[in-house]
């Protein structure tokens, strides 16, 4: 949000040698993707102008020797020694390019179960876990960031429970996401009672566990730290494109992308905020983008380096992409709608319907030019014939989002002030731009004085930055304080909601945190995992406030503050011209 923190994610990340702005970055990208000088400068002119951004190892590696584009990788982890250790020396080979891993550890046997080659008993896949851990822990991202993971195991592993409570103390395995991957059965047992039957018995120690025991696990842990996360076996195989290559058992760090063993993806980001013109949204201006970034996603298939062969024979196989948005709630504010409305839902809804279409007219043409992708017979896709497999997926937009100026994919503002920690080693105090304009302006046109006005403004902006709200300052207008409603404000069934409506039209899945309130309960968390799997949702995050110490963004008075450097839409080195 802040020209400070742009550019020192800029410095950090995307700057190689020799270059001193983002301008230079986006020439290096579309050099290195442009088949001839026309397409280099319509992908220059996507990127320069914020209108699309790619993923970060597209940004920090296209046009360098490294040359590793992608983002997300998902690796399969063997039940052997060397089919786990290749696995983690895969998935080192990952990291260091820039790339994030998903490996789902079901295959690996339960603690205490023989093994016949040393005769002794296996460990379990938590103790595996634990070391792919340390290795990440050693390993930057291509020297610029620290490698991030997803561990999942399957609801029905006898060591489901060991493997839940694995990050019940802070800090533990700290480069792992934990997910469960839930089945329609499981799912069907919880709502309808079923709770005190036996699930699972442990085929060594003969202990029987009960699906009630696991809910409550899994519960307990989502309320005390915010996970594990859970995902959705059934609703993510229903919509699996290509059934016949086996189904998905993984996904990404961030679980927007839902990918079988070995398979890679490339994502991308439209800024809705960018469309926003005089109180509407630019709907042709809104799909040329779109088509431009559906080439530009595809193209990084055919120039990427690879980290290991299987990788690239995988994604080639299927050659899928994730374009989503980011900019979301930045794009709301600026229509009038309030994020936790029906009219912002079906807004929504109507958008992300417009870029899947578009995508998927898009790959069709491509299909026409260059081939429909290499596993397309057979998939779901036949009889029409597509270029990619997937198309859509709606990612964090973590550091891009924040290169764009703009709200982060889906999600509502956490807060219109907060600090930032953790970021390019940095603390940065942010103050949404939007929101300092309209509150400058709605506060002067109560004050008499022009030194009344700055007095309250100020106080309001030190209160939202302690709080996270205006909603208790009543002498506020309700209708700026019904717009200005930030994560905390909005109830986690209307955080569930806009994910569905999202995923109605998304191919893959969405990253996004169901944000609760300290206050929140165990029967909520409940409640919440068991609504989003009725929205058919792919997965579910859920964070209840105060529930963990190290966070990166935060409330209050933290020490060591980076002043914010002014309010500004985006820095004036990224602005288009």
């Given amino acids: 949000m802040t020209a400070g923190i742009a550019r020192s994610i800029l410095a950090a990340r995307y700057l190689r040698d020799g270059e001193s702005s983002f301008t230079d970055v986006c020439r290096r990208v579309a050099a290195a993707l442009g088949r001839n000088d026309q397409e280099a400068a319509t992908f220059f002119g996507e990127m320069h102008s914020l209108r699309f951004l790619p993923n970060s190892p597209t940004l920090m590696n296209a046009g360098t020797e490294l040359g590793q584009l992608a983002a997300c990788f998902t690796l399969h982890v063997g039940d052997s020694i060397p089919e786990i250790f290749d696995a983690l020396k895969w998935g080192a080979l990952i990291h260091?390019?820039?790339?994030?891993?998903?490996?789902?550890f079901s295959a690996i046997r339960p603690k205490a179960s023989p093994v016949r080659l040393s005769e002794g008993v296996a460990s379990g896949p938590v103790s595996f876990m634990r070391i792919f851990n340390e290795a990440t822990e050693v390993i930057r991202q291509g020297g610029r960031r620290r490698g991030a993971n997803i561990g999942i195991l399957n609801v029905g592993h006898p060591d489901i429970l060991e493997f839940i409570c694995s990050k019940q103390t802070e800090g533990e395995l700290a480069n792992f996401n934990i997910s469960v991957m839930a089945d329609d059965t499981f799912m069907r047992w919880i709502t309808e009672g079923r709770t005190n039957e036996v699930w699972l018995t442990h085929p060594c120690t003969g202990d029987e566990v009960t699906a009630g025991a696991i809910w409550e696990a899994l519960v307990d842990g989502i309320w005390t730290n915010g996970e594990p996360g859970v995902l959705f076996s059934g609703e993510i195989n229903r919509h699996n494109p290509t059934p016949r290559l086996g189904p998905i058992e993984a996904t990404n760090p961030c679980g927007e992308q839902p990918l079988l063993p070995f398979e890679s993806c490339v994502l991308g980001s439209v800024n809705l905020a960018r469309f926003v013109e005089d109180g509407k949204v630019d709907a042709a201006a809104f799909r040329r983008t779109i088509t431009i970034a559906v080439r530009f996603l595809d193209?990084?298939?055919?120039?990427?380096r690879y980290p290991i062969p299987a990788i690239e024979e995988a994604t080639h196989q299927t050659r899928k992409?994730?374009?989503?948005?980011m900019g979301v709630h930045d794009a709301l504010l600026m229509l009038g709608l309030p994020y936790d409305t029906e009219e912002a839902r079906?807004?929504?809804?109507s958008l992300m319907e417009t870029l899947t279409r578009t995508a998927v007219a898009t790959s069709h043409e491509l299909a026409r030019e260059t081939g429909p992708f290499p596993a397309w017979k057979g998939s779901i896709w036949e009889p029409r014939t597509v270029r990619n497999a997937a198309l859509t997926s709606i990612a964090p937009t973590g550091s891009i989002s924040l290169l764009a100026g703009c709200s982060g994919g889906i999600e509502p503002l956490y807060s219109f002030a907060y600090?930032?920690?953790r970021t390019v080693d940095a603390t940065f105090e942010m103050l949404h731009p939007l929101f300092a304009r309209e509150l400058d302006t709605t506060v002067r046109s109560l004050c008499p004085t022009a030194g009344e006005a700055d007095r309250r403004i100020q106080e309001v902006i030190r209160h939202v930055r302690a709080t996270g709200t205006i909603q208790d300052i009543a002498w506020l207008p309700a209708s700026f304080r019904r717009l200005y409603r930030a994560a905390l404000d909005i109830g986690w069934e209307d955080h569930i909601k806009m994910q569905a409506a999202f995923q109605e039209h998304v191919h893959a899945s969405i990253s996004k945190t169901i944000n609760m309130p300290e206050t929140a309960t165990r029967e909520d968390v409940a409640a919440a995992v068991i609504l989003a799997w009725e929205c058919r949702l792919k997965g579910v995050t859920i964070?209840?406030?105060?529930?963990?110490?190290?966070?990166?963004?935060?409330l209050g008075e933290e020490e060591e503050k980076q002043p914010w450097p002014g309010v500004c839409c985006r820095p004036p080195e990224l602005r288009a011209g």
């Fill in 419 to 421: 600090t930032r920690r």
């Fill in 96 to 104: 260091q390019s820039g790339g994030g891993t998903g490996y789902n």
């Fill in 346 to 349: 079906e807004l929504c809804r």
């Fill in 543 to 554: 964070y209840r406030t105060g529930s963990r110490q190290d966070v990166v963004l935060a």
């Fill in 299 to 304: 193209r990084i298939i055919d120039v990427n």
């Fill in 321 to 325: 992409i994730g374009l989503g948005v």
